[in-house]
């Protein structure tokens, strides 16, 4: 039988061990430059609004990431989470958002902790480590959808063996190759990846103005590197 001296000892060394994680979180974040730091904040706020399971946050933020690097609904993080009507959480009418939006460096939460971590690795992991191809850009949680129809945009689509995911195919579903009108550039036309740090936008379609003219619009294929890991 263990004395107590020896149960004081493993209680004071799980609090160090759980003292020093978010220490180590912190400082990764210190070393990031202010504006990737602002990025992994929405990327964590992000995951940590979909899950609370390890695995699953970070499949859900390669999503985040892939649409990032392919300019779907936007070209960085802040903009891809708070792109209108694709993450539920930061939605105006929803009851979560401003407590989400609150969390930052300052939350002392295990769960915030988890969501940085996962956030920190995803950001910095070189592509090779990528779960899935750079078109996966859409999932949804068929336990949270109980009650209501499926997404329009995964009616008569295959999702992902969920198998070779490893995740639950009754908690999240991913989907490859969607809306692929939305990422324009010559990498992304016969479904391969654009390089590493780079990210398409669509090319501006042609206006009428009221006098007549027909405005130009910007050439298309123009890529804008970005400030990535």
Known sequence: MRSPFCFLLLAFGLAATAA????????RLDRLAPMQRDEVLWLARCVYSESNREDEQRLVAWVVRNRVETGFRGTSY???????????????DSRHRQRILRLGPGT???????????ALDVYRAPGSQRPFARTVRHFYSPVSMRGRRQ??????????????????????????????????????????????????????????????RVKRPVRPGIARRLRTP
């Not at 020093?20 to 400082?27: L, R």
């Not at 990498?187 to 007549?212: F, Q």
Request: cysteine-free; hydrophobic content about 40%.
């Open 20 to 27: 020093a994680q978010p220490a180590d979180i912190q400082a």
């Open 78 to 92: 802040r903009e891809v989470v708070l792109s209108p009507s694709q993450f539920s959480a930061f939605n105006p």
């Open 108 to 118: 002392r939460t295990k769960a915030w902790y988890q969501a940085l971590r996962v």
């Open 151 to 212: 997404p329009h945009w995964a009616v008569g689509e295959t999702p992902l063996p969920s198998a070779r995911l490893g995740v639950d195919p009754h908690r999240f579903l991913f989907f490859e190759g969607l809306d692929e009108g939305m990422a324009s550039g010559p990498a992304l036309a016969n479904g391969e990846a654009p390089p590493e740090g780079m990210v398409y936008r669509r090319p501006r379609l042609r206006t009428r103005s009221l006098s007549g």
